[in-house]
């Protein structure tokens, strides 16, 4: 079956750095995604990988191994507004998007 | 600025009615999704659509139909409602392809359903 796995609650403090993993096991694979929802919103577009390595973009970096299944997305100089849910999703090389079931990120003062 | 409305943010709805979601969008995309999003379970699909008068099925599509008559809209329909699906409903759309493409979401639905 196909299978993306995030921790479901991270807590970190404002001013730290948070790694946020998924891991995932598709039938295919054309790009991994992560995307922010804070609460009672809509997702919006975080990172996408394709290849492997890290993508940075300003605060946040995602990373990708695909040998091993694996991404991170890595938060730096936390901030209160990054208090929100992390959503990992896969495309395997079809219309459909298959997404984990969120990290909910709390960032304390 | 890239657009996708959703017809209502808030829904109650009884028992046995048919439900009609709307979803807009302004970016002339080819392909929309329709998810749900549940606690613990994530986004599940439920139908997407990658042309006009195309659909095929997601993941959960038991109980719901579609209908894309336009390009830009993308309709759920709830033949006769449940409390079962109650849930938050989300719109997405995806340039032509469906590979390699984020997708931008509408705000959503919270349907309740009593």
């Known amino acids: 079956g196909q299978n993306i796995d995030q921790p479901t609650e991270m807590t970190a403090t404002e001013g730290a750095i948070v790694q946020i993993n998924c891991t995932y096991q598709t039938s295919g694979f054309n790009g991994l995604f992560w995307y922010q929802q804070h609460a009672g919103e809509a997702p919006t577009f975080l990172s996408y990988n394709v290849l492997d390595g890290l993508e940075e973009k300003g605060r946040f970096s995602s990373f990708l191994s695909r040998s091993k299944g694996y991404s991170y997305l890595l938060l730096k100089e936390l901030q209160m507004k990054d208090s929100a849910s992390y959503l990992c999703a896969v495309n395997p090389g079809t219309y459909k998007y298959i997404f984990g079931t969120g990290t909910r990120l709390k960032v304390l003062a | 600025d890239v657009k996708v409305t959703q017809s209502s943010r808030y829904l109650v709805k009884r028992t046995g009615e048919k439900v009609f ?69 989300l719109c997405a759309s995806s340039p032509p392809g469906g590979r390699g493409h984020e997708q931008y979401f509408g705000p959503g639905t919270r349907l309740t359903v009593t």
Request: glycine share 6%.
């Open chain 2, 21 to 89: 979601l709307e979803c807009v969008q302004d970016m002339d995309h080819e392909n929309m999704f329709w998810y749900r999003q549940d606690p613990g379970l994530g986004l599940r699909l439920i139908y997407f659509s990658y042309d006009v008068k195309m659909k095929e099925k997601g993941d959960i599509p038991e109980g719901y139909s579609v209908s894309r008559e336009k390009k830009e809209r993308f309709s759920l329909i709830l033949e006769s409602a449940s409390t079962n699906q109650t849930s938050m409903y």
